[in-house]
């Protein structure tokens, strides 16, 4: 077994090989190009333990990929850095501007989108003859149905968006964990037996004290952070100070049973915005900066790499595969619903950029954290399907999403009049 330094040491060497091959020859954005490399990698590998049985290296790169725990890696792990590096670049005035259109695609939205993909899902089971409870379907639908803030960032990076188009996609992005991990935790206690005691009462006070205790606690502490940057002019400390915030903040926010991610978003906005405008100096804020932008670069590189290497140790059962091909259309449908409904209700009271009900569909991209979701099922004959319709979406947002997303704005919100 393999030693916690051998193990980051040959991440990080595999990372940086396949960035380098991806930039000299395949030329993808890069975040793609790591994770269609991984999952390619993956395949070869499998596919030279079929034809040559006596072969130890899919074995051996197999045991050491299973020390790492996908689940705890991401949620507890790279999700506080990632999210805090990405809010620190949202303007807040932008944001303001659009709260009610961000609130009601990270809310209702999502919501919608759960009940479609849910109800579509069970429908195709059943008429497919395959016994698959709706309280299962449900919770497939709470997981999938939030776009990830990781993998829209991300995607966000290589391709030209409207202003207030961008701010609509990755504030969602930001903001729908919250609600998401409520949705999650509900639909998996209704699953398994536990939901007798909810109600709306209960659901209501889950929502504030998960995503309003997150936000609250993310603002007080981003504050205490700001003023300590305020108080002294030295770019080493103050770089230290973001990062005793963000790890403090969700740790916090994860021993009071509130929500890390809003709480590590809230208090990245109030640093970017307020902090970098009164609490830094130009140096200062350009080793600020810089340091979260290299730590967003790398951290995100691993991810996606690590998405296409999970191949090698889930060995999806094939019989399963129908359940993936039934749920990549119906996740795109539901978005598209969901957008279109949230869009129409607010058209009267919100103006929105030319293309935005195309381009925040198919830019409606899935990541580690739904993953991450589905790998935490455990107990259930119905986390084989739903790891397999996870994987499926999360690889066809990612990859085929991803790389048609400028394709799809340049015909609908950039075009002439």
Same mark, same amino acid.
């Not at 507890?76 to 944001?95: C, E, I, K, Q, S």
């Not at 195309?358 to 580690?368: A, D, E, Q, Y």
């Given at each position: 077994?393999?030693?916690?330094?051998?193990?980051?040491?040959?991440?990080?060497?595999?990372?940086?090989?396949?960035?380098?091959?991806? +930039?000299?020859?395949?030329?993808?954005?890069?975040?793609?190009?790591?994770?269609?490399?991984?999952?390619?990698?993956?395949?070869?590998?499998?596919?030279?333990?079929?034809?040559?049985?006596?072969?130890?290296?899919?074995?051996?790169?197999?045991?050491?990929?299973?020390?790492?725990?996908?689940?705890?890696?991401?949620?507890?792990?790279?999700?506080?850095?990632?999210?805090?590096?990405?809010?620190?670049?949202?303007?807040?005035?932008?944001?303001?501007?659009?709260?009610?259109?961000?609130?009601?695609?990270?809310?209702?939205?999502?919501?919608?989108?759960?009940?479609?993909?849910?109800?579509?899902?069970?429908?195709?089971?059943?008429?497919?003859?395959? +016994?698959?409870?709706?309280?299962?379907?449900?919770?497939?639908?709470?997981?999938?149905?939030?776009?990830?803030?990781?993998?829209?960032?991300?995607?966000?990076?290589?391709?030209?968006?409207?202003?207030?188009?961008?701010?609509?996609?990755?504030?969602?992005?930001?903001?729908?964990?919250?609600?998401?991990?409520?949705?999650?935790?509900?639909? #998996?206690?209704?699953?398994?037996?536990?939901?007798?005691?909810?109600?709306?009462?209960?659901?209501?006070?889950?929502?504030?004290?998960?995503?309003?205790?997150?936000?609250?606690?993310?603002?007080?502490?981003?504050?205490?952070?700001?003023?300590?940057?305020?108080?002294?002019?030295?770019?080493?400390?103050?770089?230290?100070?973001?990062?005793? #915030?963000?790890?403090?903040?969700?740790?916090?926010?994860?021993?009071?049973?509130?929500?890390?991610?809003?709480?590590?978003?809230?208090?990245?906005? #109030?640093?970017?915005?307020?902090?970098?405008?009164?609490?830094?100096?130009?140096?200062?804020?350009?080793?600020?900066?810089?340091?979260?932008?290299?730590?967003?670069?790398?951290?995100?590189?691993?991810?996606?790499?690590?998405?296409?290497?999970?191949?090698?140790?889930?060995?999806?059962?094939?019989?399963?595969?129908?359940?993936?091909?039934?749920?990549?259309?119906?996740?795109?449908?539901?978005?598209?619903?969901?957008?279109?409904?949230?869009?129409?209700?607010?058209?009267?009271?919100?103006?929105?950029?030319?293309?935005?009900?195309?381009?925040?569909?198919?830019?409606?991209?899935?990541?580690?954290?739904?993953?991450?979701?589905?790998?935490?099922?455990?107990?259930?004959?119905?986390?084989?399907?739903? #790891?397999?319709?996870?994987?499926?979406?999360?690889?066809?947002?990612?990859?085929?999403?991803?790389?048609?997303?400028?394709?799809?704005?340049?015909?609908?919100?950039?075009?002439?009049?």
């Amino acid at each position: 077994m393999l030693s916690l330094f051998e193990l980051v040491a040959g991440l990080l060497t595999a990372t940086a090989t396949f960035a380098w091959l991806n +930039h000299q020859f395949l030329r993808l954005p890069a975040n793609i190009g790591l994770l269609v490399m991984g999952l390619g990698a993956s395949l070869a590998l499998i596919g030279i333990e079929v034809l040559f049985t006596d072969t130890h290296i899919y074995a051996t790169l197999a045991d050491s990929l299973r020390q790492i725990d996908f689940y705890e890696a991401v949620m507890n792990g790279m999700l506080a850095f990632l999210l805090f590096a990405g809010a620190l670049h949202v303007d807040l005035d932008r944001l303001r501007r659009r709260a009610a259109v961000v609130g009601a695609l990270a809310t209702l939205g999502v919501a919608l989108s759960t009940l479609i993909i849910a109800t579509g899902l069970w429908f195709g089971t059943q008429l497919a003859g395959v +016994h698959f409870a709706f309280s299962w379907a449900l919770v497939f639908g709470a997981l999938i149905a939030p776009t990830d803030p990781v993998a829209v960032l991300s995607t966000l990076r290589s391709v030209d968006v409207p202003e207030k188009l961008k701010t609509d996609m990755s504030g969602e992005a930001l903001f729908n964990d919250g609600i998401a991990v409520v949705l999650f935790t509900i639909t #998996l206690q209704m699953a398994t037996g536990g939901g007798d005691d909810f109600d709306v009462s209960h659901v209501l006070r889950l929502i504030v004290v998960e995503a309003g205790g997150g936000a609250l606690l993310g603002f007080v502490t981003g504050f205490i952070a700001y003023r300590a940057m305020r108080a002294l002019d030295d770019y080493s400390i103050e770089v230290m100070i973001s990062l005793a #915030l963000v790890t403090a903040t969700y740790a916090l926010a994860n021993a009071m049973h509130m929500s890390g991610p809003i709480a590590v978003v809230v208090a990245g906005v #109030l640093i970017g915005n307020r902090g970098a405008s009164h609490g830094m100096s130009d140096t200062t804020k350009r080793y600020v900066f810089g340091f979260w932008t290299l730590v967003d670069d790398i951290l995100n590189a691993v991810l996606f790499l690590l998405i296409g290497l999970e191949v090698l140790v889930l060995r999806f059962d094939p019989s399963f595969a129908w359940v993936g091909l039934l749920a990549v259309p119906l996740v795109v449908v539901a978005r598209f619903l969901a957008v279109a409904g949230s869009v129409t209700l607010l058209a009267r009271w919100q103006s929105f950029a030319r293309g935005t009900i195309p381009v925040l569909t198919w830019g409606g991209v899935r990541g580690g954290i739904s993953v991450a979701l589905a790998l935490s099922l455990t107990g259930t004959d119905a986390r084989a399907p739903i #790891l397999a319709a996870t994987y499926a979406v999360v690889l066809f947002t990612i990859i085929v999403q991803g790389l048609t997303l400028d394709r799809v704005v340049r015909r609908t919100a950039l075009r002439e009049s």
